[in-house]
Structures are given as C-alpha cells and as structure tokens.
C-alpha cells in the first residue's frame, strides 16, 4: 500500500505558536496534497504541491517536499483556535493519478 | 452552487441488509470516488469513475457496487451489510477534466452501522 504515515498523531499548542506535521509516502508521486477536517465534517482542501516543488506558500500555510526522501510537511504559522482540527496528507500513484491514497491525520489541538 | 451531496448522513442496518448509499455533485466534475474512514486508518478508496459509464476499484472494493449513469451521480451499494462495513462514507469529485493536479472536493459523510 502507498498509504502514508502522519507525524504527530497528535499535537497540542497555545493559540499564537506555530504548528508542524510530517507526512512520509511510499512510492513515487505526482504531486501531494493537504487537507483539513473538522469534527463531523468532509474533507477541504488545503494546498497542493507537485513532485516538482520544493516549497509552497498559501496565507499561513507552509508545505515542504522531499521526494528524495518521500516525505512532507505542514506548517502553520500563528495558529488560531479556528485551526483546530484533524490534517490529512494524500498523495497520488505516479502510474494512476486517479488513485489517491491518505496518511492517518494529525488532530491538532489549539489552545485559545 | 451545492457541491458534493451525500444522503443519508446517518444509516443504521443490519446484517445482511441492503443499501444505497447516494452522491451526486453539481459542479460538472468528470471524477467522482467513495472513501471509507475508520479511526486511526485515514481513507481508504474504494471504488472511483473517470466518466458516465466508467468505473475502477480502489483499494477496498469488496462488498460494494457501483455504476456511473450520469456525470452528476455516483452511488455505492452495499449489497449484503457486514459489521466491518461500519464506518463514515465519504464521496469526493474532482474537476479539470482528468488533471493530475486538481484537489478532490468532499461531501459531509454518510455514518453508517452495521449491526
């Protein structure tokens, strides 16, 4: 399976502080994707990074990929309580780009 | 402008039962897909259409049907209901034609259990 690993499974900050969340994968990529979900809720889309990028930039979020290393990151800078919430990595197969495989989440807890 | 329309939201069956599970998207997206979300497991895919008339399994597909008819539709069918298809459903679509680099759009999730 491609279904990739998310680091924390859990992570709990105070409102203000930044927050980090690593996403490894397993085969090659297209490109990978963020996504947050609330309680209860479906999936939305975060940000979008191909194989080709290093670094991304979207408003608060900050996306790194190191394909060398099949892994990524998620930062959230000066985290607000609304970011509370679970994040999700997902990543497409090089060879099926219709197949989408996702990490097991991080539930980020943001202290006001 | 709905987006992705997922009823029931809650279903409760038992085994052995039958259901249809519906999806339908408003934004002309050619593909659509089903997921399954269990604690601690993330989504699993598990069946996916490019097209009316086409569709492909994921990696979960036992169990479950479906069909693609029109763009705008895609249900999924639990055709004999097993306690360890109890999960949250979630349909997601994606536009930009077949474009590797367009994120998927999730409906709200149907809560299924199977007792």
């Known amino acids: 399976s491609q279904q990739g690993e998310e680091d924390p499974q859990a992570l709990s900050i105070q409102e203000g502080e930044n927050a980090t969340m690593n996403c490894s994968y397993k085969?090659?990529?297209?490109?990978l994707q963020w996504y947050r979900q609330n309680s209860g809720r479906g999936l939305v889309h975060l940000i979008l990074?191909?194989?080709?990028?290093r670094e991304k930039h979207s408003g608060r979020l900050r996306v790194t990929l190191d394909t060398s290393k099949k892994s990524s990151s998620l930062l959230i800078t000066a985290s607000r309580a609304a970011d509370t919430a679970s994040y999700f990595c997902?990543?497409?197969?090089?060879?099926?780009?219709?197949?989408?495989?996702f990490g097991s989440g991080t539930k980020l807890n943001v202290k006001p | 402008n709905a987006g992705v329309t997922q009823t029931p939201k809650f279903q409760v069956l038992k085994t052995g039962q039958s259901m249809t599970l519906q999806c339908a998207q408003d934004m002309n997206h050619e593909y659509m897909s089903w997921y399954r979300q269990d604690p601690g497991m993330g989504l699993r895919l598990i069946h996916y259409s490019v097209g009316a008339g086409i569709t492909d399994q994921g990696e979960v597909p036992n169990g479950y049907n479906v069909s693609r008819s029109t763009t705008e539709d895609f249900p999924l069918r639990l055709l004999s209901a097993a306690p360890s298809q109890t999960s949250v459903y979630f349909c997601?679509?994606?536009?930009?034609?077949?474009?590797?680099?367009?994120?998927?759009?999730f409906g709200n999730g149907t809560r299924l259990t199977v007792t």
């Open positions: 990074i191909r194989s080709n990028e």
């Open positions: 997601a679509s994606r536009g930009q034609g077949m474009s590797y680099n367009s994120p998927l759009h």
């Open positions: 085969t090659s990529i297209n490109n």
């Open positions: 997902a990543t497409d197969g090089k060879s099926n780009f219709n197949k989408f495989y």
